[in-house]
């Protein structure tokens, strides 16, 4: 969403231009949410749809981008690793049979991702966290080569102040450290949107 020239690094001058960029948008939210310009009495529902890209043994590819260009659609974007991508479904009206609509745009999505994915020699693979996944498949070689995904790393590691632990506790344990934020592409999931007016805000 919206522009992305991102400067690569956000110290200094370029981090107080940030601030200043983004206390501006809000003070704009409030002014419309005030003024009346954001629509009101209405809902509406949306979903995105995050997906795995893998070769025919089942690991990970890094070929997000070139799919994307197949694609040519507007409903599927990035996501921050280069074997993970987005489907998007277009707002419905909330009622009625938004959800069958749903779910029939989804598979259409879905449809057009795995006919993509096959022409450029890759599977899509719909799962919470992919078992195949390796720690070196989490180089930076791996993230997707935009600015906001390469700023987004230097500020959440320099935030960190140190290397990325994750521990999972359950019959096993799994316990692993990391040096960027590319360990988040080991998950994806299914997200609904839902917007209603701000005369429903809280």
Not at 37 to 48: F, H, P, T, W
Not at 159 to 169: A, Q, S, T, V
């Amino acid at each position: 969403m919206g522009v992305q020239d991102i400067p690569p690094d956000l110290a200094g001058e370029n981090h107080r231009q940030f601030m200043r960029r983004l206390l501006s948008d809000i003070r704009a939210l409030e002014t419309m949410l005030e003024g009346g310009l954001i629509q009101s009495k209405v809902r509406r529902i949306g979903a995105e749809q995050e997906m795995f890209l893998v070769d025919d043994g089942g690991w990970p590819v890094p070929k997000s981008m070139e799919i994307l260009r197949t694609l040519d659609d507007r409903r599927f974007t990035t996501e921050l690793g280069l074997f993970n991508l987005e489907a998007n479904v277009d707002p419905l009206t909330f009622g009625s049979d938004c959800l069958t609509k749903m779910e029939t745009q989804l598979q259409d999505l879905i449809g057009k991702a795995r006919e993509a994915a096959r022409a450029c020699g890759a599977e899509i693979v719909l799962t919470g966290i992919l078992p195949t996944i390796r720690k070196s498949d989490l180089g930076l070689e791996n993230m997707t080569p935009l600015p906001r995904y390469q700023t987004l790393n230097l500020a959440m590691t320099k935030l960190r102040g140190g290397p990325y632990e994750f521990r999972i506790k359950g019959m096993d344990e799994l316990l692993v450290k990391h040096d960027n934020v590319i360990l988040e592409t080991c998950n994806t999931s299914f997200h609904v949107h839902f917007q209603s007016g701000p005369e429903a805000v809280v």
